[in-house]
C-alpha cells in the first residue's frame, strides 16, 4: 500500500472501509499503528468508515484509537467523503468522481 501511495503525489487522504474487519490481533494492531505513522510522515491522514465494536473495542483497549482520532472514524463511508470534502477547496467535491447522489427520505419512499 505505501508504494502505491507514493505514486499517487497529491493524495493526502486514505479511507479505509473497515466494514469487513472482525478483529485485530496485537500484531495487526502494532501494524496499523505503524502504518499510520508512516502515512502521517508523508502528510497523509486516515480515516475509517464502517468499523466494527470488536474492532474499535480492540483498540480502544490499546490506545490506537485515541493515537488515529476518534473523529478518524465514521459510521458511513459518505460520512467521511463529506467531512474531507469539508476540508478541501470549494470546486473539488464538485469535480471529486465519489461524488454521487445518495437517497433522500422522503415518506415511506426513497429517491435518488
Not at 4 to 23: C, F, M, P, T, W
Not at 75 to 102: G, V
Request: charged residues 30%; aromatic residues 10%.
Amino acid at each position: 500500500m505505501l508504494e502505491a501511495v507514493h505514486r499517487v503525489s497529491e493524495l493526502r487522504y486514505l479511507v479505509i472501509d473497515a466494514g469487513g474487519i472482525n478483529r485485530v490481533d496485537a500484531t495487526g494492531e502494532q501494524t496499523l499503528r505503524e502504518v499510520i505513522e508512516r502515512l502521517r510522515a508523508i502528510n497523509i491522514d486516515v480515516y475509517f468508515t464502517r468499523a466494527k465494536r470488536q474492532f474499535t473495542d480492540a483498540l480502544e483497549r490499546t490506545g490506537t484509537l485515541d493515537y488515529i482520532g476518534r473523529d478518524h472514524f465514521f459510521a458511513w463511508n459518505q460520512h467521511a467523503l463529506e467531512h474531507l470534502w469539508s476540508l478541501m477547496e470549494p470546486t473539488y467535491k464538485a469535480r471529486c468522481p465519489l461524488n454521487m447522489p445518495t437517497p433522500e427520505k422522503k415518506s415511506d419512499a426513497w429517491s435518488i
